[in-house]
C-alpha cells in the first residue's frame, strides 16, 4: 500500500484557516484520497475524499497538487470542535475498504 | 438516518475467555469492516465482510474472526483472550467501492 506522510502535531487559532499537508509519493493513479478525523472517545469520521481534482464540501476542501505526490485539507475557519487527530488514507478500488490508518496530524485549536 | 451501532461500548473480560462484538451498520450499506485501535499499533484492518462473505482480511490470527448476517449486521469474536488484545473495536460501514467509511464510536475492551 502506498503510504502518507503527515506532520505529528499542528496548531492554530480559532477562526483562522487551518491547512493541513500530506505527501504521497508513491501514489498510483487509481488512489483515492481520503481524509477522515478522529475526535477524543470517538471512531473515526470522514471528512473528504478526491482523485485529481480538488474538492469542497460543507466541512472542508481538498487541494490536490498536480502531480498527486501530495494534498491539502483545508478547514476554512477552525472552531475547537475541530481539534482532532486527522488522518490522511489512500485508497484504491482493489481495497477501498482496507484502509490503512498512519499516525495522523493532531490538530490543536487555540481560543 | 441512524449511524453505525457498536455494542457493547465498553466489556472487561479475563485471559483465556472469549468475547463476540455487534455492529449494526447504516441502513442500505451491504459492506462491514472491523478495525483494531491500540496505542502501540494504531488503528489496524482486521476483516471486511459484504454480503455476509469475507471479502478482505488483515493480518490478525485466527482467533479473531468474524460473520455477517442477511440483513448486514455483524458480529466479530475473540477467543482465548490475550491481555495484548485490548483495544478499542471499531466497526465501520458504506455503501459501495470507493464511498466513505462510515465508523461507530467502537468497543472499548479490556482484558484483565
Known amino acids: 500500500d502506498a503510504k502518507t506522510t503527515q506532520p505529528n502535531s499542528m496548531e492554530s487559532n480559532e477562526e483562522e484557516p487551518v491547512h493541513l499537508p500530506c505527501n504521497h509519493s508513491t501514489i498510483s493513479g487509481t488512489d483515492y484520497i481520503h481524509w477522515y478525523r478522529q475526535l477524543p472517545s470517538q471512531g473515526p469520521e470522514y471528512v473528504i475524499h478526491?482523485?485529481?481534482s480538488n474538492v469542497n464540501n460543507r466541512m472542508a476542501s481538498l487541494a490536490i497538487a498536480e502531480d498527486r505526490k501530495s494534498s491539502t485539507l483545508i478547514l476554512h475557519r477552525a472552531t475547537l470542535r475541530d481539534a482532532a487527530v486527522y488522518y490522511c488514507?489512500?485508497?484504491?478500488?482493489?481495497?477501498?475498504?482496507?484502509?490503512?490508518f498512519g499516525s495522523g496530524t493532531q490538530l490543536t485549536v487555540l481560543p | 438516518k441512524a449511524g453505525v451501532t457498536q455494542t457493547p461500548r465498553y466489556l472487561i473480560k479475563t485471559r483465556g475467555q472469549q468475547v463476540t462484538l455487534s455492529c449494526s451498520p447504516i441502513s442500505g450499506h451491504r459492506s462491514v469492516s472491523w478495525y483494531q485501535q491500540t496505542p502501540g499499533q494504531g488503528l489496524q484492518f482486521l476483516f471486511e465482510?459484504?454480503?455476509?462473505?469475507?471479502?478482505n482480511k488483515g493480518n490478525f490470527p485466527g482467533r479473531f474472526s468474524g460473520r455477517q448476517f442477511s440483513n448486514s449486521r455483524s458480529e466479530m469474536n475473540v477467543s482465548t483472550l490475550e491481555l495484548g488484545d485490548s483495544a478499542l473495536y471499531l466497526c465501520a460501514s458504506s455503501a459501495d467501492t470507493n464511498q466513505p467509511q462510515h465508523f461507530g464510536d467502537g468497543t472499548r475492551l479490556s482484558i484483565l
Open positions: 478526491g482523485l485529481t
Open positions: 488514507i489512500l485508497s484504491n478500488p482493489g481495497s477501498a475498504r482496507q484502509l490503512t
Open positions: 465482510y459484504f454480503s455476509e462473505t469475507q471479502r
